[in-house]
């Protein structure tokens, strides 16, 4: 198959970019061939080349100096950069530096070929609908607040991630707000006005998830009786979330791996590829690392969704968030119970609020608020009604004031108690304020007397 299309080839090595000519020549593409900076930025300047293929740094030149030029040039122009170094810090920084693709050297030319294609498809999009991205910031109001200064670095990265395509990784515990996080990258970047579609991959049995990520034709299993779209095409053009992707059966990984790689997909039941063009961002609380050594998470697919990964704080180590966390949920509980009095949070209920351990980070603080606002009986809320907060281990709430002591399945049931207490019966929030499997918590409330 030929494919037209018009490739700079930059670097300092002749025999390496005569390979690389030869190579994307013999598949049809129209190749130049430069072993000086001034040549390519030149003809980038002339806008007479669909993409570029570069070396991380020329002779000459510092590390990224002629991406920095060609992107400044021509902002949507896709740069592939290649290097001899596999650091994962410099393949974030190539994309934080607007960088299409990192590859290392030696590069595979069947691999170059199809980022290629794919890069320059997205850029003709891009050039016949240029339009500003919206500001980072306006997108996080209300939704990422931002007083403490690691929440402050937070957004300040999620700014500059959020101008690339790249794959994004979000590591925090459960309840640190990662789907927000993956929202505000999404409202931040060329793609805001397309789909952005979340799904939690361990909360769909195994065998439904493949149909659920990547559709199915007709007739693919039982009751397939009519094809149906999965959720990489309905995000197209936008952002997919896959949250928990450490649950993600072994058996799908490779699926995955080619999207990421080269933007194919294939139905459950279908024996053809189909293009699709998402940004995927994944979430877990989970240690990839650890999956990886135990042999249930892949490798390179780690790899391939760790491209910019982003830590998310623990509440505990953000209590300056705390205060207008409070008063973003209480005016958003409000007008869910418009009939409750309760309208603030004394001084001293504040405090407490600050002390408190919270396990569950934001998402238990938000129904914290939410139990208080629709409970409340006055318009403060006072520190005897947040009195079941104050700071204490989970052994010292379960022991009795009068001195009784408990056994440790006692002092475990009382603390599934009040997890459950908190989360209103949500059993999946409960899950995860608990670290532990649904299946799990399942088990231990039947095993309850």
């Known amino acids: 198959m030929k494919h037209e299309v ?40 002339r806008a007479e080349c669909d993409v570029v293929v570069c070396d991380v740094q020329m002779q000459g030149t510092y590390n990224f100096e002629l ?101 994004v990784l979000i590591v925090g515990e459960s309840g640190t707000g990662k789907e927000r996080v993956a929202r505000a990258i999404h409202a931040g970047g060329a793609r805001a006005n397309q789909p952005f579609i979340a799904v939690n991959t361990s909360a769909i049995p195994d065998a439904l ?22 959720l990489l095409q309905e995000a197209n053009g936008g952002t997919l979330l896959l949250d928990e992707i450490g649950d993600m059966p072994l058996a799908l990984q490779p699926k995955l791996l080619r999207v990421l790689q080269f933007g ?11 293009s699709v063009d998402v940004r995927v961002i994944a979430a877990t609380h989970r240690d990839l690392s650890k999956l990886v050594a135990e042999g ?10 760790n491209v910019i990964p982003l830590t998310i704080p623990p509440l505990r180590d953000r209590r300056a968030d705390i ?29 407490v609020l600050q002390l408190a351990p919270w396990p ?30 104050r700071e204490q281990s989970p052994t010292e709430s379960c022991s009795a004031a009068e001195g009784t002591s408990f056994t440790l399945k006692e002092m475990n049931r009382r603390y599934l108690d009040s997890v459950l207490v908190t989360t209103g019966g949500d059993k999946v929030r409960a899950a995860g304020i608990l670290d532990i499997d649904l299946s799990t918590l399942y088990r231990w409330v039947r095993a309850k007397p």
């Open 6 to 45: 018009s490739v700079l080839i930059v670097g300092d090595d002749l025999s390496s970019v005569d390979r690389l000519g030869e190579g994307l020549s013999s598949e049809g593409c129209l190749c130049e061939l430069v072993l000086n900076r001034e040549s390519a930025i030149d003809i980038v300047r």
């Open 264 to 274: 194919e997909s294939r139905a459950v039941g279908s024996d053809r590829f189909g």
């Open 360 to 389: 569950g980070n934001v998402r238990e603080l938000e129904n914290t608020v939410e139990r208080l606002v629709v409970l409340g009986r006055g318009t403060e809320i006072t520190a005897n009604d947040v009195g079941f907060l």
């Open 209 to 230: 998830l493949e149909s659920e990520v990547f559709g199915h034709v007709r007739g693919a299993f039982t009751g397939a009786t009519q094809a149906r779209r999965g």
């Open 67 to 167: 991406l920095e030029r060609f992107k400044a040039i021509q902002p949507n122009l896709p740069v592939i950069v290649a290097t001899s170094s596999g650091a994962i810090s410099e393949a974030v920084e190539a994309v934080k530096r607007g960088a299409y693709q990192y590859l290392e050297k030696p590069l595979d030319i069947e691999e170059l070929l199809k980022f290629i294609i794919h890069a320059t498809s997205d850029s003709h999009k891009l050039r016949r609908t240029v339009r500003p991205p919206p500001v980072v910031a306006d997108s996080l109001v209300g939704d990422l607040v931002q007083e403490s200064a690691c929440m402050k670095e937070l957004v300040a990265t999620i700014e500059l991630v959020a101008r690339s395509s790249a794959a």
């Open 323 to 351: 205060t207008p966390l409070v008063a973003q949920f209480l005016q958003d509980a409000k007008t869910r119970t418009v009939e409750s009095p309760v309208n603030s949070f004394s001084d001293e209920a504040m405090r």
């Open 296 to 305: 249930t998470f892949r490798e390179d697919l780690r790899y391939r969704l």
